[in-house]
Antibody, heavy 122, light 106 residues
Framework: QVQLVESGGGLVKPGGSLRLSCAAS????????MSWIRQAPGKGLEWVSY????????YYADSVKGRFTISRDNAKNSLYLQMNSLRAEDTAVYYC???????????????WGQGTTVTVSS | DIQMTQSPSSLSASVGDRVTITCQAS??????LNWYQQKPGKAPKLLIY???NLETGVPSRFSGSGSGTDFTFTISSLQPEDIATYYC????????FGPGTKVDIK
């Protein structure tokens, strides 16, 4: 079945770094745009970044630009989010998600992982 | 950047009631709008795409309409399992979510 499983979350000090991973299965990973979305405790959803199927097109939310890097390894069916210079306001559940269109431009997310929690605190 | 607003921020309704949520974009986004449902502790679920198309497997009591800057999401007959927060999301220019509408049973 189609599945996304995130890992790599944890507790990190302000200014620290963390790398999130998302393992995909049950579909042709290399055909889809992929996104990271986060949700701070008790807050709404915030789109973080997306990457095209080939990795050639990448966009970031202004709140993470210059600090976070999205990447993918299609041979390993995996999506990554390298997070540097972390701040308290980056504390959130981070979801990876698949775009709803195969081989198309980004249109939103139809498959989501269960999320991984990142806590930035001293 | 495109900003999204939703109203109301929360509502309480009785089982069987018709529930309507509105979403407004800060600029014309054509029909590039999705609606998601999120239950506590769970990942969001896509309900409506392209403003008015029902995702496969989603009950027909859910519907969406609108284009340009003004959009509406409707639950025709509220069920207990519909208790959740609902988000609109634009994809005309990158992605932006609305702030969400929490739906409770009265």
């Amino acid at each position: 079945q189609v599945q996304l499983v995130e890992s790599g979350g944890g507790l990190v000090k302000p200014g620290g770094s963390l790398r999130l991973s998302c393992a995909a299965s049950g579909f042709t990973f290399s055909d889809y745009y992929m996104s990271w979305i986060r949700q701070a405790p008790g807050k709404g959803l915030e789109w973080v970044s997306y990457i095209s199927s080939s990795g050639s097109t990448i966009y970031y939310a202004d709140s993470v630009k210059g600090r976070f890097t999205i990447s993918r390894d299609n041979a390993k069916n995996s999506l990554y989010l390298q997070m540097n210079s972390l701040r308290a306001e980056d504390t959130a559940v981070y979801y990876c998600a698949r775009d709803r269109l195969r081989r198309g431009s980004p249109r939103g997310m139809d498959v989501w992982g269960q999320g991984t929690t990142v806590t930035v605190s001293s | 950047d495109i900003q999204m607003t939703q109203s109301p921020s929360s509502l309480s309704a009785s089982v069987g009631d018709r529930v309507t949520i509105t979403c407004q974009a800060s600029q014309d986004i054509s029909n590039y709008l999705n609606w998601y449902q999120q239950k506590p502790g769970k990942a969001p679920k896509l309900l409506i795409y392209d403003a008015s198309n029902l995702e496969t497997g989603v009950p027909s009591r859910f519907s969406g309409s609108g284009s340009g800057t003004d959009f509406t999401f409707t639950i025709s007959s509220l069920q207990p399992e519909d208790i959740a927060t609902y988000y609109c999301q634009q994809y005309d220019n990158q992605f932006t979510f609305g702030p969400g509408t929490k739906v409770d049973i009265k």
